[in-house]
């Protein structure tokens, strides 16, 4: 063979070769395309087609009235996935997708507040934790906190976080349930996000006013964050001195936090009105204030009144060691406002400091009552002897209600931590009294018992499994391998 022809050969076949190079290299990149767009495609699927719902309690699952609500959904909402460090939680990640997966009206976005610390300001969601849900329209946001979705139940308990669990068992270790019986854990994520978006896209929900500029004081954090925002409140301030100004038509509930100066004749006025057409008032008040003659005129025609002084409390029993002003009231079980309290928190005491005593005189069309009280030896500081004296009341008067605390301190953070939140718990159930909270349309949802099934069998049973796994399983894996052998022996 020539040299011509052999180099012409060669030359045939390195062009043979660059041409299956090429068409290798095309069809690498086309089968690559194909990968990244299927894999876009499939991404783009809701979680309801991607991810099975395996686990026996259905825990990925929407419930049937949460499925239809937010099928119904005509207003946009964005549930905000709060995780510090990106760290998600899997299991409630993909929980949350299904809503998305439900409506085309619902986007979930993962925001981690430590690259972006204003984010949550932004949005009014500053009390949410890690893990929590801030669930927000054009209307109002909501958070659903994570300690909220997870939860436990015990008959003596009642009802507890996961975070109040893991201290109580941090302590208690494995004797915790022998001490107090079991703990069985909850999911309710499905309830507490639909109710939110519910929530979130209501067109009218009640809302809360701070009376402002008569020196009043804020509350703390703590009340604010526990009761407040826990009940899904906000409030705003509202300063009515002047004339042209009324109380809002959608106040539900108007809160006067301890003035340091009296209200004008006209204010008195605008409350009285705000009360007769149904308002609810909550007013905390220090010694002193009977001598605000407007804001007593108020008072006075529901038929109360603020002592002079400052209470002492007689039974040493019924007060704090050697200090009679910090006394630990009788709580009514008679009434709406502190029933709950009174029949569920019987092992914590409410403590009352330097309060004054609210007075009672009959008023034609008004019921009043006492919430907090004295025993029989306290005295009220004005010479008036001793007596069982109100701390603490309310007053009706056709659908307007209001609760009169008469101390100052009681609410601070002081004291809270002192009862161990006894005062906090205490106030909530007067706040939820007073305050119309939003009402869900919704039917109840379930919640998840999150408790691992167990498989029970008999001893027989248990026998029979372990004869077939241990002897008949192994054997016959043996006698197959046998025949195996000795067929390949012979052929």
Known sequence: MSAKNVSYENKAA????????????????????ACIVLNLAVASVPATYTRFDTTSNKIYTLSAATRRFVGDLAQDVTLYYICEGGQEDEQLRTFIDRYEAESSHITIKTVDPVRDPSFLDSIGATDADNWSVAVCSDRRTKVVRYSDMYYYYNENYGQISAEEYSQMYSYYGSYLEAYYGTFTEYFGGDARITGAIEYVTAENVPA???????G?????????????????????????????????????????NVPTMDLTASEAAKLSAFFDKGGNILLITSAGCDSFANLMSFTASLGMSASSGTVSEGDSSAHYSRQPQLIYPSVSAAHDATAGYASNFTQYKVLVPYAHAIEFNAVQGVSLSELLYTSTQATAGDGSGTSAYALAAAAEKGSGRLIWIGSSQMLTDTFINATAGANLYCFFFMFSWLHDAFTSGLPDIPQIDMTPPTLSVSEGQANAWGAVLIFIVPGAVLAGGLIYWLRRRRS
């Open 216 to 256: 009043e004081t804020e509350f703390s954090a703590t009340l604010t964050e526990n009761v407040f925002s826990y009940a899904g409140v906000t409030t705003e301030k509202i300063n009515i001195a002047l004339d042209g100004e009324e109380i809002p038509d959608d106040c539900d509930l108007l809160i006067i």
């Open 14 to 33: 390195a062009a043979k070769t660059g041409k299956l190079g090429t068409y290798t290299v095309i069809v690498t990149l086309l089968v690559l395309a």
């Open 208 to 214: 809360v006013y701070m009376l402002d500029g008569h």
